[in-house]
């Protein structure tokens, strides 16, 4: 067992001091050492982590210890939320120190400042299903420090409300808004910069990796030299999404109708529709 590991996850370490009837898990100190390893070394690791293991403590104690900036990507937004809530704070008290950390979600997780002046401008503020809703909006405004949906967690998830105020790309206008200084998602950016640990999810991180590669050049998220994937048997879904190629019939058809006329005016429309035909019919079939 390498030192440093021993010192926190060891039978008589750092975490054994700080929680009472704190048991010694050898898988936990097996995958910390391996995750320590990696990151020191370079490379990759995959590890298959059973229940039990204590496999986000095993990740993020060996990260937060290399100095680099961190990317934890999870594949849903209460893993998101348990690890910035309760195991950082954990952390915060075996490693001595603060942790600088931000939880970065997409932009319909936040609240939209200027959105909401608008609605309590407008004349839909006093349809009832709103305006019954509104004084909790504006309590929140109020009190949180980061517009995060997660928060209010008095409005159900699935309140219409939260639509007419909350962020998205069709409405952000960046720093022309008179809120920008002020706006939730500028202040967590600015927090990620500043951050040794980035928590985001799977669809931000592709998302931001489909820009970086893209025209913009440039992502969401700051910079990072490590990132660590939790929950990652749904990466695959998640980067479909935005790196697969998807063919339909409907699309399908539409290339051959195109490719027909092209081809006819140089005499080869025939053959070129008996390709396409079959990979149709083919389509057709499953």
């Known amino acids: 067992m390498s030192s440093i590991i021993e010192n926190f996850l060891g ?137 995060d949906r997660a928060e209010l967690r008095e409005l159900p998830e699935d309140d219409p409300v939260w639509g007419h105020v909350a962020s998205s790309t069709e409405t952000r206008i960046g720093p022309r808004c008179s809120f920008h200084e002020d706006c939730y998602i500028t202040r967590m950016r600015r927090r990620a910069e500043e951050s040794e640990l980035i928590i985001v999810n799977h669809h931000l991180f592709f998302a931001d990796l489909a820009m970086r590669l893209g025209r913009a050049g440039t992502g969401i998220i700051p910079d990072y030299e490590t990132v660590i994937f939790d929950e990652a048997h749904q990466i695959e879904d998640t980067a479909t999404l935005f790196f697969g190629v998807q063919v339909t019939r409907t699309r399908a058809e539409r290339l051959h109708r195109d490719a027909a006329r092209a081809a006819e005016a140089k005499g080869g429309a025939l053959l070129v529709q008996s390709s396409l035909r079959t990979i149709l019919d083919d389509l057709k079939t499953k």
Do not use: W
């Not at 995959?46 to 496999?55: F, R």
């Not at 952390?91 to 959105?115: D, F, Q, S, W």
């Not at 929140?140 to 420090?145: I, L, P, R, Y």
């Open 11 to 147: 039978p008589n370490g750092r975490f054994s001091e700080l929680l009472e009837g704190y048991e010694h898990r050898e898988s936990q100190v097996a995958m910390a050492e391996a995750v320590h390893d990696v990151l020191v070394r370079g490379g990759k690791l995959v590890v298959e982590a059973g229940t039990g293991t204590g496999k986000t403590m095993a990740y993020l104690l060996p990260a937060l210890l290399t100095g680099d900036r961190v990317i934890v990507s999870t594949g849903t937004r209460n893993l998101q939320d348990q690890i910035f809530e309760k195991d950082l704070p954990l952390l915060e008290r075996a490693l001595g120190r603060p942790i600088r950390a931000t939880v970065m979600k997409g932009l319909t997780n936040y609240l939209c400042l200027r959105r909401t002046d608008e609605l309590l401008k407008s004349a839909r503020a006093e349809e009832p299903a709103i305006k019954k809703k509104l004084p909790l909006i504006e309590r929140f405004m109020g009190e949180t420090q980061t517009g």
